[in-house]
């Protein structure tokens, strides 16, 4: 059974960057893709951005490309997500998905 831990949430600007990570562990497992989403508040949990464990290849929402960049360190079973030029519109828990485990959520507010 796969766990996913996501961190690096936080408080930001409008216009500013963070950083999330996320690591999957278990037994026994291999990694297909790894995705972000994300649920503003009162909204539906969207689609941001996926990366193909074995190429790298990568898929991202109309609403992020340009801004976000997802990558991964495969050794440690981590991916990440690159968000620069944050706009308010971006505020919401962004949650990671390792095949079908899901983790808790991490909080991203922008705000000034």
């Known amino acids: 059974q796969v766990q996913v831990v996501e961190s690096g949430g936080g408080l930001v600007q409008p216009g500013g960057s963070l950083r999330l990570s996320c690591t999957a562990s278990?037994?026994?497992?291999?990694?297909?893709?790894m995705r972000w989403y994300r649920q503003p508040p009162g909204k539906e949990r969207e689609f941001v951005a996926s990366?193909?464990?074995?190429?790298?290849?990568?898929s991202y929402a109309d609403s992020v490309k340009g801004r976000f960049s997802i990558s991964r360190d495969n050794a440690a079973n981590t991916v990440y997500l690159q968000m620069d030029s944050l706009r308010p519109e971006d505020a919401a828990v962004y949650y990671c998905?390792?095949?079908?485990?899901w983790g808790q959520g991490t909080q991203v507010t922008v705000s000034s």
């Open positions: 278990g037994s026994a497992f291999s990694i297909g893709y």
């Open positions: 998905n390792c095949n079908t485990a």
């Open positions: 990366i193909r464990w074995s190429s790298g290849s990568t």
